[in-house]
T-cell receptor
Framework: GAGVSQSPSNKVTEKGKDVELRCDPI?????LYWYRQSLGQGLEFLIY????????KSGLPSDRFSAERTGGSVSTLTIQRTQQEDSAVYLC??????????FGPGTRLTVT | KNQVEQSPQSLIILEGKNCTLQ??????????LRWYKQDTGRGPVSLTI?????NTKSNGRYTATLDADTKQSSLHITASQLSDSASYIC??????????????FGTGTKLQVIP
C-alpha cells in the first residue's frame, strides 16, 4: 500500500516568509510525528500527534512553529517568519498499532 | 537525561568486509530499540526493531544485538555492498504512563563502502 507522503519535496523561501509543509500518513495510522534534520545533524523531534489526544509539542523550537492534524489524518507543519536556521529536511512519520514508525521522504526547506 | 550515542561517527570499509556499529543509550524506561538506514536525501527506513526481551534480530545481512542490562546495541553488517553506504541511526523509544511514545534518536553513523 501507499506509504507516508510529504509535499512539497523541496521548498525555497525568503527569510521572513511563512511556509506550510504537508504530511499524508499511512491510512489508519493513529500516530504522526514531525522531525527536523539539519545538515550533518541527527533527527530532532518536533511534535507528536496520537489519535484525538492533545499533541506533544515539547520539541517545537519556537513559537514560530506550529502543526495541525485535521480529521486524524493529514498534518501540516507551519513555520512563520522563517529564519535561515530553519533550513533543514523536515521528516514526517506515522505509526499504527505496532512499534514501527514509517517515514516519509521529507521536505527540504531552504531559507535564503 | 535520555540520550542515545552512536559510534563511530563515520566509517569507511572495503566492499565485502564486515563492520559493526555501536549504540549506547540512557533512555528509561525502555520500550524498544530500532536501527534505521537512511540513504542520502531519503527518509529513514527501518532495518530491525527489538523489545526488551529480544537480544538479537536479523534482517538479511544486517544483525542487531541488544543488551538491555548494559544498555548497548550493535548493528553488524556482513559482506558489505556498495549500496550499504548510508547513515545508520539508532532509535530508542520509551512509553510513558499515558501510552505516549517518546522517541530519542542517535546522531547516526555514516558508513561508506568503497570498491
Amino acid at each position: 500500500g501507499a506509504g507516508v507522503s510529504q509535499s512539497p519535496s523541496n521548498k525555497v523561501t525568503e527569510k521572513g516568509k511563512d511556509v506550510e509543509l504537508r504530511c499524508d500518513p499511512i491510512s489508519g495510522h493513529t500516530a504522526l510525528y514531525w522531525y527536523r534534520q539539519s545538515l550533518g545533524q541527527g533527527l530532532e523531534f518536533l511534535i507528536y500527534f496520537q489519535g484525538n489526544s492533545a499533541p506533544d509539542k515539547s520539541g517545537l523550537p519556537s513559537d514560530r512553529f506550529s502543526a495541525e492534524r485535521t480529521g486524524g489524518s493529514v498534518s501540516t507543519l507551519t513555520i512563520q517568519r522563517t529564519q535561515q536556521e530553519d533550513s533543514a529536511v523536515y521528516l514526517c512519520a506515522s505509526r499504527g498499532q505496532g512499534h514501527e514508525q514509517y517515514f516519509g521522504p521529507g521536505t527540504r526547506l531552504t531559507v535564503t | 537525561k535520555n540520550q542515545v550515542e552512536q559510534s563511530p561517527q563515520s566509517l569507511i570499509i572495503l566492499e565485502g568486509k564486515n563492520c559493526t556499529l555501536q549504540c549506547n543509550y540512557t533512555v528509561s524506561p525502555f520500550s524498544n530499540l530500532r536501527w534505521y538506514k537512511q540513504d542520502t536525501g531519503r527518509g529513514p527506513v527501518s532495518l530491525t526493531i527489538m523489545t526488551f526481551s529480544e537480544n538479537t534480530k536479523s534482517n538479511g545481512r544486517y544483525t542487531a544485538t541488544l543488551d538491555a542490562d548494559t544498555k548497548q546495541s550493535s548493528l553488524h553488517i556482513t559482506a558489505s555492498q556498495l549500496s550499504d553506504s548510508a547513515s545508520y541511526i539508532c532509535v530508542v523509544t520509551r512509553t510513558n504512563s499515558g501510552g505516549y511514545q517518546k522517541v530519542t534518536f542517535g546522531t547516526g553513523t555514516k558508513l561508506q563502502v568503497i570498491p
